[in-house]
Structures are given as structure tokens and as C-alpha cells.
């Protein structure tokens, strides 16, 4: 089974405020955990991965892996209008062609100012 | 600045007709993959091609088919298009050392008609 849930939202909230997107998985052969950012009318964009199980932090972004429940999360802190896109989450086996490349729905953000 | 560039944003055209989408990638990547995105169901693959020549089947490939004859350009051919391909498709390369990036074109916002 090859699949990645997560809420397709919409999700409005204010500037500022402290962001949590979230996706589960199925597949335990899962290793790379992905998310991309999509603004409107462009493709997606690698924003952060994670190997494996823990956290990884990138400036207001914190992207965190817990493989023993298969949940995967992106926090964003101090929101910007400029966060507003769609996030996909992505998850991958350590396969050399990109063949188990699976992607979640997306969910989409919108950050009022 | 890397690039995936894709033929056309919008297209349309009618039941029957063949229609051929373009992609073309500048960071010599040996992997490249044509996805469609519709609402509500995220990015689903349809093919994907890992040398020139070479070509394998993603999740979704009935009734399209491919072409790699150069290792630059991906070619996608929709050999009698009907409604239900009516969607958004993504090209997308990936080199093999950071295989959790994938690099997408813009997108080609198909209508079948």
C-alpha cells in the first residue's frame, strides 16, 4: 500500500500565529519524509526533508518525523501572509528511481493579515 | 538557477484528439516523472523514466504513454484524450544523489473538451 493522508483543509489563520499541518502514512518501508510548498499556478517546492525518525528545524519552519505512530508534521512559526500556498507532505522508500514517491493531498494555508 | 519547463500552461482540446505535452529539464537529471494533481487527490503518477529510452509505469498510466529520446526532454502523449483527463499535469526531474528532491515544471492546465 503506498499512501499519505492529510487534511486538505482550507486553513485560515492570522499573522503570526504558530502553524500545524500534519499527515499520516501506511507504508512502514518509508524513509525520506518531504514537504513541498505550492503557491498558485506553480509547481511545488521543496521546503524541508527528514530521514528517518526526529526533527528538523530551518528557520521558522520545524519539520518532525515519528515513525513508531507513522505521523508527520510541519510546524511554522510567526506565520507571514507570504506562508499562504498549498503543503504537501511526501514520504519515499530508499528505492533509486523516485518510483515510491508518494504524495499527500495537500493542505491548503491562508495567513490573514 | 535549475529549471523544469514545460510546453504549454493552458491547453485545450477535444475528445478524441492526441495531444502531446512537452518537458524539458537543464541539470541533466536522470530521472524525470509526469504526475497529474486533481483536488481532493494530490499528485498521482503516471509515468516515470530513469535513462533515456527507459520508461515505467507509475500508478496511473492508462491511456497515456511516453517518450524519452533525449535525456533533457520528457515527452507525455495523451493518444485519444477523453474528459476524465481533464487535470493539471506536472512534469518533474531528480538527479540521484538528493532523491528526496524532486524539481517540477510549472504545470499544464489541460482541458479536454
Known amino acids: 500500500q503506498k499512501e499519505v493522508e492529510q487534511d486538505p483543509g482550507p486553513l485560515s489563520v492570522p499573522e503570526g500565529a504558530i502553524v500545524s499541518l500534519n499527515c499520516t502514512y501506511s507504508?512502514?518501508?518509508?524513509?525520506?519524509f518531504m514537504w513541498y510548498r505550492q503557491y498558485s499556478r506553480k509547481g511545488p517546492e521543496l521546503l524541508m526533508y527528514?530521514?528517518?525518525?526526529g526533527n528538523k528545524e530551518d528557520g521558522r519552519f520545524t519539520a518532525q518525523v515519528d515513525k513508531s505512530s507513522k505521523y508527520i508534521s510541519l510546524f511554522i512559526r510567526d506565520s507571514q501572509p507570504s506562508d499562504s500556498a498549498t503543503y504537501l507532505c511526501?514520504?519515499?522508500?530508499?528505492?533509486?528511481?523516485?518510483?515510491?514517491?508518494?504524495f499527500g493531498p495537500g493542505t491548503r494555508l491562508s495567513v490573514l493579515p | 538557477d535549475v529549471k523544469v519547463t514545460q510546453s504549454s500552461r493552458y491547453l485545450v482540446k477535444r475528445t478524441g484528439e492526441k495531444v502531446f505535452l512537452e518537458c524539458v529539464q537543464d541539470?541533466?537529471?536522470?530521472?524525470m516523472f509526469w504526475y497529474r494533481q486533481d483536488p481532493g487527490l494530490g499528485l498521482r503518477l503516471i509515468y516515470f523514466s530513469y535513462d533515456v529510452k527507459m520508461k515505467e509505469k507509475g500508478d496511473i498510466p492508462e491511456g497515456y504513454s511516453v517518450s524519452r529520446e533525449k535525456k533533457e526532454r520528457f515527452s507525455l502523449i495523451l493518444e485519444s484524450a477523453s474528459t476524465n483527463q481533464t487535470s493539471m499535469y506536472l512534469c518533474?526531474?531528480?538527479?540521484?544523489?538528493?532523491?528526496?528532491?524532486?524539481?517540477f515544471g510549472p504545470g499544464t492546465r489541460l482541458t479536454v473538451t
Open positions: 518533474a526531474s531528480r538527479g540521484q544523489r538528493k532523491i528526496y528532491e524532486q524539481y
Open positions: 527528514t530521514y528517518s525518525s
Open positions: 541539470m541533466d537529471h536522470e530521472n
Open positions: 511526501a514520504a519515499q522508500t530508499e528505492d533509486n528511481y523516485g518510483q515510491n514517491f508518494v
Open positions: 507504508n512502514s518501508a518509508f524513509q525520506y
